[in-house]
């Protein structure tokens, strides 16, 4: 009878709490690198953009939109 009772604390534990865990630090995982890797695009492209934003000039006034 213990050991069945060993065997469900063990089941309830890794299905209650292990397994919703890890797919806690797995999605983090994902999203830190899919993070990661747009941060270092937005960095690839600023000077690009800079060059961009300064031969615009001062056309964008930055005003109401209405």
């Not at 069945?4 to 890794?14: D, H, Q, S, T």
């Not at 999605?27 to 690839?44: F, P, W």
Request: aromatic share 12%; glycine share 8%.
């Amino acid at each position: 009878m213990s050991g069945l009772f060993v065997f469900l604390v063990v089941a309830v534990f890794y299905l209650a709490i292990w397994t919703p865990a890890n797919e806690f630090v797995a999605n983090g995982e994902r999203d830190y690198a899919r993070h990661l890797k747009l941060l270092e695009y937005l960095k690839s492209t600023e000077p690009t953009a800079r060059v961009s934003k300064r031969q615009s000039g001062q056309r964008h006034s930055g005003g109401s939109l209405l």
